[in-house]
């Protein structure tokens, strides 16, 4: 796990070096955001329509918000998390899967890479207090506003257990994939070509 962590942040690093020294053209910035935002809101609808798939289409949403970190930065990644976000809240039929996106798998992508800048250590705090607070709210929201039935989910040790296990989890696999594509696909995609005047 420390080589995959080693190798992400040379990669972020130098894909930050040679984002500052491109220049991206705004109407392809904001045609490919346009693009995301639909896959974000149809994988959350997804996950509203099939409850039982309601945590992996928020995972899957979350991955967009990873490549929009990657490839675009700046503030198309705040951008995409909103408006995919709002859109969500306000289409979906079952809300749990627009409150899991906009509480927590929406914005983490974006955090992560700015808490594991830091000492790891402050890294994992930074990271499972985010998680655990969104938790938190996540319950609030569904149990007590919104009354949302059969979510599963309550203020027991049980959950914050097993949430934390999962977190974790999640967590070493989003990095693992994310070498992966900065080391292998991002290659093969070319993407860079995209944006560039």
């Known amino acids: 796990m420390n080589a995959a ?6 990669a972020v690093r130098e894909t930050v070096i040679n984002m500052k020294k491109r220049k991206i053209k705004p109407s392809k910035n904001i045609a490919l955001s346009a693009i995301l935002c639909s896959l974000g809101v149809l994988f959350l609808y997804a996950g ?4 039982i798939l309601d945590l992996t289409m928020c995972a899957l949403a979350s991955i967009i918000v990873i490549f929009a970190v990657i490839e675009m930065g700046g503030k198309t990644p705040y951008l995409i998390y909103a408006v995919t976000g709002v859109l969500s809240l306000l289409l979906l039929p079952n809300k749990f899967s627009a409150l899991l996106y906009v509480l927590f798998a929406g914005i983490y992508p974006i955090l992560k890479e700015r808490f594991e800048r830091l000492h790891y250590i402050i890294s ?6 985010l ?3 969104s938790l938190l709210i996540l319950i609030f929201f569904t149990k007590y506003l919104l009354h949302i039935p059969d979510t599963g989910i309550d203020y027991t040790w049980a959950v914050f257990i097993l949430g934390n296990a999962v977190f974790i989890l999640y967590d ?9 594509y900065m080391v292998k696909i991002r290659h093969m995609l070319k993407l ?3 944006f560039e005047n």
């Open 5 to 10: 962590a080693a190798t992400l942040s040379a």
């Open 48 to 51: 509203s329509v099939l409850e």
């Open 124 to 129: 994992w705090i930074l990271k499972l207090s």
């Open 131 to 133: 998680f655990n607070t």
């Open 172 to 180: 070493i696999a989003l990095t693992k994939l994310i070498v992966f």
């Open 192 to 194: 860079k070509n995209y």
